[in-house]
């Protein structure tokens, strides 16, 4: 089964920073557009930032830009996740996707075709 797997969640305080990892074995990155959405408790998804398969276009969510960057490595099949300057709402659920398309169409849950089982960031003091 084709599925991504996210890693790096945790627990940090606020202003800290993680990097999420994605391992998208069984994918060739080099091909497909890539990136991560969210799931706060209590809230609906929201797109959080893609990337295109050749790493140079990006779109972030204006909640998170500036602040997360994300990245790929297509010789390992690697997305991640640069998050610093985290907030309390912040807090979610992060899931990773893999777009079967070349560029980005967004980095909404619809807009994945392959998605993972999501790891759990919680930002508080």
């Known amino acids: 089964q084709l599925q991504p797997v996210e890693s790096g969640g945790g627990l940090v305080q606020p202003g800290g920073s993680l990097r999420l990892s994605c391992s998208a074995s069984?994918?060739?990155?080099?091909?497909?557009?890539s990136g991560w959405f969210r799931q706060a408790p209590g809230k609906g998804r929201e797109g959080v930032s893609c990337?295109?398969?050749?790493?140079?276009?990006?779109e972030y969510a204006d909640s998170v830009k500036g602040r997360f960057t994300i990245s790929k490595d297509n010789a390992n099949n690697t997305v991640y996740l640069q998050m610093n300057s985290l907030k309390p709402e912040d807090t979610a659920v992060y899931y990773c996707?893999?777009?079967?398309?070349?560029?980005?169409?967004?980095?909404?849950?619809?807009?994945?075709?392959?998605r993972g089982q999501g790891t759990q960031v919680t930002v508080s003091s």
């Open positions: 069984g994918f060739n990155l080099e091909y497909y557009a």
């Open positions: 996707g893999v777009q079967m398309y070349s560029h980005c169409s967004g980095p909404d849950y619809y807009d994945f075709d392959f």
């Open positions: 990337i295109n398969a050749r790493g140079d276009s990006t």
